[in-house]
């Protein structure tokens, strides 16, 4: 009797999601589609950076129309089906955009428009950075974003944004001026500070748990050429490489200046590299120069757009090389030598360490910001960070490799590292936080208070808990 009723539960199962998938199909509008298993949008649409955060959806959706969205999550929620909210399917985490359920991937909401008498972007969420910086480009114009190629919109700007302008704007949701988000009652709101300020404070940094947001309003600012590129060293020049990191992030104060160093083990080696950023055709004598006269294995620095500095960046994996991946913060708040010895000792021991479980690279991201960083919105005006009184570098562990069975020791080499390097009781940056970091630790006491009052006014029924991600 048993394998009967249990492949009886599975079918069950099995129609369930076909069906909620088919209700979906006859209840939106011509400008929404549902795709199912064997067809190719259905396979772009569950596509993720890293296959960690791959699952196998029911079916995927690609709304049309924020209308289309409302008629979806009323589905979702009487039938109490799981799904995930694709924008650029960077999470690292699996299930907080991937799902077993309904996949809805954002990608019909590709708009960018620029409006000059406002001075102000409207950017739909299911562009990536690429794409909004290309455009604005031919205006311009900029807006603050991410750093290397392929990154979504609605992420990174939902959880924080740490950009390359941000010395000069601060974060992405700094520079937030509305939202259009679709609430789990299927009404088109648009959020911003006058409006209702405690939802305009929660969803800077509070991602899918109000809703879907389909367009973001960001302040744009005039965007000229800029200096930078990548840089590559090999492990000999280790002594040069921390010493200039450490002066870079202790003694420039210019903010249109920015970098990301990282600390590389791969393939039985150690490998350097420096991302450099001016804003301006040519940075001013001393900022870069210690990185630049180090010897280089590769280097693409020179002046050029935006885009441009954005589209040349090579990112280790993608989705096609199968890789799985993890990510953690490790809150800092200074980069002395000492901090930056110690990031390289523990890259020396988990970088032998793990390949003997098969990682393919085990990696470090210094990123320096100036202590002016968070001045640029006033305290209490977002969920994340906690607090605005200093600065905490968002360094990041980056951890790389194959094999499912061992999921477990690289996530545990990503908490061990965090605790071992991090200042413990700092803001934790949602978007690198591992997948079980408690959400008091990102957004504070206070901050959470404010957050669970909004949802409950905003999500009564408690439909946006049938998707994955950090849950307010
Ligand atoms: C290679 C790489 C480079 C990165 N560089 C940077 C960087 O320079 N600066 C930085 O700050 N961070 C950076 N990150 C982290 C990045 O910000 C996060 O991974 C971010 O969440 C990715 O956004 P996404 O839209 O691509 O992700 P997705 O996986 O599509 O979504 C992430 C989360 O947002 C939710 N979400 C997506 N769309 C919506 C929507 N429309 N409504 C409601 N919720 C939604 C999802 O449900 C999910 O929980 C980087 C990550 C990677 C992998
Ligand atoms: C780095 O490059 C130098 C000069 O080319 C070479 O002598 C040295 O062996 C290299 N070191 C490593 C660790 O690869
Ligand atoms: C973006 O970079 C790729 C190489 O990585 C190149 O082939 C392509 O032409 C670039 N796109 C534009 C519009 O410059
Ligand atoms: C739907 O939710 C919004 C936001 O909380 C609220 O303003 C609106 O009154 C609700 N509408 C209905 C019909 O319940």
Redesign the pocket.
Known sequence: MLPTTALLLGLTGTALGFHVCQLIADEVSSVTDVYYPGSSSYVADNE???TS?SQVSKCSVEPGSAEDIGIILGILGKTKTPF??????????QG???TTGVQ?A?TR?NEVTYDSATQTAVIG??N?WDDVYELLNTQGVNVV????????????????????LSNQYG??IDNMVAYE?VVPNATVVTVTEENDPDLFFSLKGG??N?????RFTLKAYPQGSVWGGGSSYNASYISAFNAATVKFSSEVTDPKAAM?MTYVYASGQVLLSALMFYDGPTPPDGIFDDFLTIPALTQDVTTRSFFDLINATS???NAAAGYR?V?NHIPTLEYSESIIEGIFDELNFWGPTLSTHGALSVTYAV?PFLPSLLTHAPAGSSAYPSSRDHVVF?T?V?LEWVSESEDDVFHDAARQTAKKLGVEGESI????AIYDTPVVDMYGEEGMKRMEATRERVDPYSVMLL????KV
Request: charged residues 5%.
């Open positions: 993720h950076y890293a955060s995930g909210i694709k924008g650029g399917g960077h999470a690292i985490n907080f955009s991937s809805i954002m909401f969420a299911g990536i974003g991410g750093r290397v190629t392929g990154v979504g919109v609605a992420g990174l700007t939902l959880g924080g944004g740490y950009s390359y974060l992405a988000l991602f899918n109000y809703g879907i947001i389909t990301a990112v280790s994996i991946a990510y990123e968002p990041v980056s940056y949602p978007n690198y998707t994955g991600g950090f």
